[in-house]
T-cell receptor, first 109, second 113 residues
Framework: SQQGEEDPQALSIQEGENATMNCSYK?????LQWYRQNSGRGLVHLIL?????REKHSGRLRVTLDTSKKSSSLLITASRAADTASYFC?????????FGKGTLLTVNP | GAGVSQSPSNKVTEKGKDVELRCDPI?????LYWYRQSLGQGLEFLIY????????KSGLPSDRFSAERTGGSVSTLTIQRTQQEDSAVYLC???????????FGPGTRLLVL
């Protein structure tokens, strides 16, 4: 079954705005990874956050993890048209990644 | 350095034929994974190789699917007697270890007619 469900399924914003995507999961994790995918092909790794971490930053990206609520969020600040893509969270447990269905982000110029 | 590479990029085959998909992981990565992405099922784990350990084949959907990893590097995913429901993008990933960042290749898009 799918775990690591993203919310919303689709998000449309204007360039310059911030985008927030959320991810929930059901069972324990070792880590949670966020990926971006353009045009249905290769996945680009964005951030890995471990279960004992609460927040990580990478450039315009900020990821939070709340293990008590079994949820994570990805914030993209000052969005650009090039950020348009599908974003997936993946629950890492026993080396396997279990993906959610993704959030389709559209950034309008 | 070079990322994960996969070949072919696209494969069209007829129902009932066998196909082989190849993955070259990042040099030095001991772990290699295969996933499948289809419209109906999203991204699914298929199989995991770690060093010389026995692979975890728990995600393979049927006995028509098999994979091997030769010399701890290149991996081949074989689908025998392909069916239309096998149509999907097959993604390979590699990592330094089992709980580390997984780096994905561009995928092979398989279409079974």
């Amino acid at each position: 079954s799918q775990q690591g469900e993203e919310d919303p399924q689709a998000l449309s914003i204007q360039e310059g705005e911030n985008a927030t995507m959320n991810c929930s999961y059901k069972t324990s994790i070792n880590n949670l990874q966020w990926y971006r995918q353009n045009s249905g092909r290769g996945l680009v790794h964005l951030i890995l956050i471990r279960s004992n971490e609460r927040e990580k930053h990478s450039g315009r990206l900020r990821v939070t993890l709340d293990t008590s609520k079994k949820s994570s969020s990805l914030l993209i600040t000052a969005s650009r048209a090039a950020d348009t893509a599908s974003y997936f969270c993946a629950r890492g447990s026993n080396y396997k990644l279990t993906f959610g269905k993704g959030t389709l982000l559209t950034v309008n110029p | 350095g070079a990322g994960v590479s996969q070949s072919p990029s696209n494969k069209v085959t007829e129902k009932g034929k066998d196909v082989e998909l190849r993955c070259d992981p990042i040099s030095g990565h001991t772990a290699l994974y295969w996933y499948r992405q289809s419209l109906g099922q999203g991204l699914e784990f298929l199989i995991y190789f770690q060093g010389n350990s026995a692979p975890d084949k728990s995600g393979l959907p049927s006995d028509r699917f098999s994979a091997e990893r030769t010399g701890g590097s290149v991996s081949t995913l074989t689908i025998q007697r392909t069916q239309q429901e096998d149509s999907a993008v097959y993604l390979c990933a590699s990592s330094f270890g089992g709980e580390e960042t997984q780096y994905f290749g561009p995928g092979t898009r398989l279409l079974v007619l």
